[in-house]
């Protein structure tokens, strides 16, 4: 799981070194700022990240770095260099049905470059919610593509019944999206005390990419659902909390062309999961907590793959059923 940073931002130093103090002492990625000013001049990179700042500061208030930060844009250039395996790795012979296929790096892979766009806008909704809207486009050169883990793709058969499978360069490819983010508190629904929330994101994305006459000169990009979604519903009160979330992947193209056919009826796709996850902690003190985790409530399977978009041909299922984890954490 990705550890997302805290930035601190705070001109009164042993205001800002003692919550630095106190952030990291919980295993949490935090780095501080004395300024706003110093914070927008080193704008870190994370996309992701949770800014705490004074709202009462010399140059820029906290107020007007939350409107600055609330609308942003950003284009750069990226570069992605081939993996040593990809260019080199070894040579690998099966021979099956008289089919002898040997799989091998390339060394003459390019490196996929790409021109980046972001954009995103937020704004603060009544009673202390909050709604993101973003929009993103890259557009790639020399595109990369390999089939999972390993790298059968790009078959070329010669006479002697003899296939070279190496991982390759396609052309130019497209992939554009859209994300919502929306954090609403409910207020306490049950009258206990406590304090619900809603938190829930969804994501669009579109791609194309262009693997040449062999392969298709339109095909979606490998591993890029189409639709991705996740929503939490909270619950705390007093030393409880309770939490229940749902988390939803699009179908998805995971290989090209697994059969070694004419056309792009062979991909490899796995179709969309949606999984409902529940998690309950109880605080004993400030060192102390009992956290109680069950994964899969609704037992759906965990990952489908089968050949063609809409069958269910050479089928690969993955039932990993329900999971609970009893977990009891205390800090000395």
């Not at 103090?21 to 990240?49: H, K, N």
């Not at 490899?268 to 400030?286: N, Y």
Request: glycine share 10%; with cysteine.
């Amino acid at each position: 799981m990705t550890q997302h940073s805290v930035f601190v931002i705070d001109d009164d130093q042993a205001l800002r070194d003692s919550l630095l103090m106190l952030l990291r002492g919980e295993g949490i990625r935090a780095r501080g700022f004395p300024s706003a000013t110093a914070f927008l001049d080193a704008l870190p990179e994370e996309r992701t990240a949770c800014v705490i700042t004074d709202l009462r500061m010399p140059q820029m208030e906290g107020a007007e770095l939350i409107r600055h930060l609330s609308r942003w844009a950003a284009a750069w250039r990226s570069y992605s260099r081939p993996a040593f395996m990809q260019l080199g790795g070894g040579v690998r012979t099966e021979t099956l049905d008289g089919v002898t296929t040997v799989t091998r790096g390339n060394p003459d892979l390019k490196s996929a470059d790409a021109w980046n766009l972001d954009l995103s806008h937020q704004t603060w909704l009544p009673g202390g919610g909050a709604l993101s809207l973003s929009a993103y486009a890259k557009q790639i050169d020399h595109y990369l593509y390999e089939s999972g883990s390993s790298l059968d793709v790009g078959v070329v058969p010669d006479e002697a019944a003899v296939r070279v499978v190496m991982p390759r360069n396609g052309g130019r490819g497209d992939t554009r999206g859209l994300e919502m983010e929306w954090f609403q508190p409910l207020g306490d629904p049950f009258d206990l005390g406590g304090q619900a929330s809603l938190d829930l994101n969804l994501s669009r994305q579109w791609s194309r990419v262009d693997l040449g006459q062999i392969l298709g000169r339109s095909q979606p990009m490998l591993n890029a659902p189409e639709w991705l979604g996740n929503a939490e519903l909270a619950y705390a009160q007093g030393r409880a909390a309770a939490y229940l979330s749902l988390n939803y992947t699009g179908a998805y193209l995971s290989a090209y062309d697994v059969l070694k056919a004419e056309g792009d009826w062979d991909n490899l796709w796995v179709r969309s999961v949606a999984r409902l996850d529940a998690r309950a902690r109880w605080r004993f003190d400030e060192r102390t907590r009992l956290d109680v985790i069950v994964t899969n409530l609704t037992g759906a399977y965990s990952y489908w793959a089968h050949v063609g978009r809409d069958g269910a041909a050479l089928s690969d299922v993955v039932d990993s059923g329900r999971r609970v984890v009893v977990s009891l954490r205390s800090v000395f």
